[in-house]
């Protein structure tokens, strides 16, 4: 296994635990997604399945790991700062458990930032630049992680622009999905290595 470099310790987490995490915090952002497009009165996006979508969404997630990977080689801090955060969650997760990363936050974390918050502004700028620092905020997980929570935040202004430009909240939850599911098959390949489940 290859060691990160200056990695600080954190608190070592079991898959259980990151597995419960991760099925809570999903559970939880959709019920207030739901409570809050249920009180609120304002148009949301439709989810519509369609095979344009899933395209589309894919090709914006392949751009999106692409940008991640050329950032990563390019700037060092936000290089540490993603390993910090990556190792943090991915580490004691065994490889099936990557297709739960994928689809719990990418589904959840879209139909609240990009549905619900996104929406409740308004589909206007000012609602895409407040639902997307809400977005980067939620991957804060440290005053070290700056440049993540930076990169989120950017994340969720592609994510939000795709769904206005499309008026489709797939587009945006597959991107999601297969830019979580594929950076984190990346980075425990890279530093986990195949043989470790």
């Known amino acids: 296994m290859e060691k990160i470099p200056n990695q600080p310790e954190f608190e070592s987490f079991t898959r259980t635990q990151i597995l419960i995490a991760m099925g809570g915090?999903?559970?939880?952002?959709?019920?207030?997604?739901?409570?809050?497009?249920?009180?609120?009165?304002?148009?949301?996006?439709?989810?519509?399945?369609?095979?344009?979508?899933?395209?589309?969404?894919?090709?914006?997630?392949v751009g999106i790991t692409g940008a991640s990977a050329i950032l990563y080689r390019l700037w060092p801090a936000y290089s540490r700062s993603a390993d910090i955060y990556l190792k943090l969650i991915l580490t004691p997760l065994i490889w099936p458990d990557l297709i739960w990363l994928g689809l719990l936050p990418g589904l959840s974390e879209e139909l609240l930032f990009r549905g619900v918050i996104f929406a409740a502004i308004g589909l206007n700028p000012l609602g895409l630049v407040v639902s997307s620092i809400c977005f980067g905020l939620l991957h804060f997980s440290g005053s070290q992680q700056w440049p993540y929570i930076?990169?989120?935040?950017?994340?969720?202004?592609?994510?939000?622009?795709?769904?206005?430009?499309?008026?489709?909240?797939?587009?945006?939850?597959?991107?999601?999905?297969?830019?979580?599911?594929?950076?984190?098959?990346?980075?425990?390949?890279?530093?986990?290595?195949?043989?470790?489940?």
């Open 25 to 61: 915090t999903a559970l939880f952002l959709l019920v207030i997604a739901k409570v809050v497009s249920f009180f609120g009165d304002f148009y949301i996006l439709p989810v519509e399945i369609t095979a344009l979508g899933i395209i589309q969404g894919l090709a914006i997630g």
């Open 150 to 197: 930076i990169w989120a935040t950017l994340v969720g202004v592609i994510l939000g622009y795709s769904a206005l430009v499309t008026g489709n909240l797939v587009v945006p939850i597959m991107a999601h999905i297969f830019t979580n599911f594929i950076s984190g098959c990346l980075w425990k390949f890279k530093y986990i290595g195949s043989s470790h489940t």
